[in-house]
């Protein structure tokens, strides 16, 4: 079993910066990759950014291309999200995941432990 813990949300301003933190523990983690997801009122779940976590390939959904970044501390078992220029429409529940098998990291379905989300909420 891998437990997840989220932190680093809060409110902000349109244009500002926030960093999340997602710190995995139990057993020997050894998933294959780590996203972050967001869910806002109303809408489904939906992917943000993913990291391959042995050799560090990153992805991104569009709309946060070249605002967020997403990053890892292997020997942490920490997955950060770094959130630039932050816009009205960021404002959700960002979780945390880990797929532990091979496969598509923008499929929501594929990951296996979640954790239990921290609130953004950008002010415009």
């Known amino acids: 079993q891998v437990q997840l813990v989220e932190s680093g949300g809060g409110l902000v301003q349109a244009g500002d910066s926030l960093r999340l933190s997602c710190a995995a523990s139990g057993r020997t983690f050894s998933g294959y990759a780590m996203g972050w997801f967001r869910q806002a009122p109303g809408k489904e779940r939906e992917f943000v950014a993913a990291?391959?976590?042995?050799?560090?390939?990153?992805y991104y959904t569009d709309s946060v291309k070249g605002r967020f970044i997403i990053s890892r501390d292997n020997a942490k078992n920490t997955v950060y999200l770094q959130m630039n220029s932050l816009k009205p429409e960021d404002t959700a529940v960002y979780y945390c995941a880990v797929r532990v098998n091979i496969g598509n990291v923008y499929n929501l379905a594929g990951y296996n432990y979640w954790g239990q989300g921290t609130q953004v909420t950008v002010s415009s």
């Open positions: 990291i391959k976590w042995s050799i560090g390939t990153t």
